[in-house]
């Protein structure tokens, strides 16, 4: 089942290539990547002097807990070498975001914050709430990790800036004012009932108190105030009366936490043993806008090389930059991360603090407090998992615990839209980033067997990182068909298990397909090569539990991707009678409104909102479903 052990022949081999490799690895700058005995990366770093670096590994001169660890795995080693330190971080970044080696600190992290974006680039900007922060010279705001901040924060926004709120496609469609002008919320750029620079103003305004300059914003507003009574205009007065004493309101329950209103990024780390909780305080314009708890590591490294993995993984994206990063331990790599934050940041340098009193330090000790207590409610859960793990493996009488657990479905109704679903559970939790789909496109008719061997082949013959344990739902002729795709590909290390459900009627006898009734119990079970029973873990109910979660999460996956590839279809369907409806006037439908139900529901007015369908294509649409149907 599992992995055989290292023999010592092997051992004295891996230990004599590593010799070699250290005795010609150039003293220059680069990235080293560690492999095991079966070719597999199982660490990649970088230094500034490869020969150094690496001698210390493998000379046993490298002090930290991690390494012996490391080195008992490590059989042969390869080493690039770059132009830059620079490069060496990016292309480290790079190997370990393709690899993901199992003893780099990897930050398995899918969640994204709400931002509020607004792109000053267009004629009449509009506030956003978005997840995704991208460089494309709009101006972002946030990240709040609570919805209903953000929600309570863009709903004040429309309330006192009257911007527009509608789409382009809604707004360019625009005949007359909408509700939102009625009440007040919008000035109606869309009719023209304000001049852009007036426009302009407000879009300022709402920027500066987004900023966090709202004192400066008073100000500037009170003189508009005071200008407009000299002038006799008492509506435009009043008006900006009201937007003082709500932003008034406003700061005062704001508490400043930063006198030099800045935006801030600050990390806290609390560990026991080889579990680490990190917390991010997100400070922005001098205020906190809200915190973000990382998923729990287990690692054990260093808590210096931990903070260096966890900034070079967290902006390696589209997130946003702040002016000032505060850590509590000094980093080898400070200077170079530093200056590679400062490129990937649009308007200005980038500093990494580690304070030791001041407000920073009060700013430090909020994230490690929330570290602190992330960190005890989530041994807790760790250990169920880990316990589940072990007790996996146990049964399952695997060499080693299953970090990693990859789990197959197919999910088809009479071999229509065949889908295959892969999902990841690493250290006994959905690994959601590592989840894959894929569309059944070699196989004819209805044959699950043929489906699930498609999918395995397509799955892992180009893959990089292997699984400690392989999981199809479904019995012996789905466990035969992964077994055959493994040997074909060769490999020969990973351990495969099927599982599925079996009926039994009361008196405890397995009930054939045909005759299964009111009367069955479904007993999950668990089939193993080269064994002709299946095994049932109903007195390991840690074990049964994870893999039922991993089944039904598998089975959740494919079933969600089925059911909208059968919804386009639907929809393609239904549209395809209308007159005049091509492709591109297809897709617009299907952006738009998602749901074929409701075009069928839609009035012509809201369907002449749509980009590229005017009054006359509207009409069709709507006589379509109303009078010929």
């Not at 670096?53 to 390494?67: F, I, K, N």
């Not at 005062?252 to 026991?272: C, H, N, P, W, Y």
């Not at 946003?320 to 400062?342: G, Y």
């Not at 799955?459 to 392989?470: F, I, R, S």
Request: aromatic share 8%; glycine share 6%; hydrophobic share 35%.
């Amino acid at each position: 089942m599992g992995n055989k052990g290292i023999s010592e022949k092997e051992t004295v081999k891996g230990t004599r290539i590593l010799e070699i490799k250290v005795a010609n690895t150039p003293p220059r700058t680069g990235v080293y990547i560690m492999k095991d005995r079966r070719g597999q990366i199982i660490y990649v770093g970088k230094s500034k002097n490869l020969k150094s670096r690496v001698r210390a590994y493998v000379g046993g001169t490298d002090s930290r807990p991690m390494v012996p660890f490391l080195m008992a795995r490590v059989y042969d080693l390869e080493c690039i070498v770059t132009a830059t330190e620079k490069e060496a971080l990016i292309l480290e970044n790079n190997l370990i975001k393709k690899y993901r080696p199992r003893y780099n600190v990897n930050l398995r992290d899918d969640k994204n914050y709400f931002s509020i974006r607004i792109d000053l680039k267009a004629r009449y900007p509009r506030f956003q709430l978005v997840r995704r922060v991208k460089r494309d010279g709009a101006r972002y705001f946030g990240p709040y990790s609570s919805s209903a901040a953000v929600k309570e924060t863009l709903h004040f926004l429309n309330r006192i800036f009257p911007l527009r709120t509608c789409k382009d496609v809604e707004f360019r469609t625009r005949q007359r004012p909408c509700i939102e002008f009625e009440i007040g919320r919008c000035v109606a750029p869309c009719c023209n009932l304000i001049a852009d620079d007036e426009y302009r103003k407000i879009v300022q305004d709402a920027v500066l108190f987004m900023e966090g300059q709202g004192k400066t914003l008073i100000g500037q507003l009170k003189k508009r105030m005071n200008t407009a009574a000299d002038q006799l205009h008492f509506e435009e007065a009043s008006r900006l009366r009201d937007t003082i004493a709500a932003i008034t309101a406003t700061l005062e329950r704001q508490e400043a936490v930063s006198t030099s209103f800045k935006d801030q990024d600050i990390f806290g780390l609390q560990r026991s043993d080889e579990h680490v909780q990190v917390a991010l305080i997100f400070v922005r314009g001098g205020k906190m806008s809200g915190q973000k708890l990382f998923p729990l590591i287990r690692s054990r490294a260093d808590s210096p090389e931990i903070l260096s993995s966890l900034l070079k993984q967290f902006y390696d994206g589209e997130t946003f930059v702040p002016q000032e990063i505060i850590i509590q331990e000094s980093i080898e790599d400070k200077d170079v991360i530093r200056e590679w934050l400062a490129e990937r940041r649009e308007n200005g340098n980038v500093t990494i603090v580690m304070p030791k009193q001041g407000r920073r330090m009060k700013l430090l000790k909020i994230a490690q407090n929330s570290a602190e207590s992330a960190l005890t409610t989530a041994l807790v859960d760790d250990r169920s998992d880990e316990k589940a793990l072990e007790s996996l493996a146990r049964v399952l009488r695997l060499v080693s615990v299953p970090h990693r657990i990859e789990c197959f479905d197919i999910s088809n109704i009479q071999g229509r839209h065949p889908v295959g679903s892969m999902v990841v559970f690493t250290e006994g939790r959905p690994d959601r980033a590592e989840y894959r789909k894929f569309k059944i496109r070699r196989t004819e008719g209805i044959d699950d067997y043929a489906m699930m061997g498609e999918v395995l082949r397509r799955c892992y013959c180009h893959k990089n990182v292997l699984p400690d344990l392989v999981v199809v739902d479904g019995g012996k002729g789905q466990l035969n068909v992964a077994l055959a795709v493994f040997r074909e590909l060769r490999i020969a290390a990973i351990p495969v298990i099927g599982f599925a459900k079996e009926h039994r009627d009361e008196d405890g006898r397995v009930l054939p397909q045909d005759v299964r009734g009111r009367v069955a119990t479904d007993e999950d079970r668990v089939y193993l090569p080269n064994r002709k029973n299946p095994v049932y873990l109903s007195r390991h109910p840690q074990a049964l539990f994870l893999l039922q979660r991993i089944r039904d999460e598998a089975h959740r996956f494919a079933i969600t991707y089925h059911r909208r590839l059968r919804e386009n279809e639907d929809f393609r369907s239904a549209v395809d009678g209308i007159p005049g409806i091509g492709a591109v006037r297809k897709k617009a439908l299907l952006s738009y409104f998602k749901d074929i139900e409701k075009i069928k529901d839609a009035s012509r007015e809201d369907l002449e909102r749509i980009d590229g369908i005017g009054s006359a294509t509207a009409g069709v649409i709507f006589d379509y479903f109303h009078r010929y149907q």
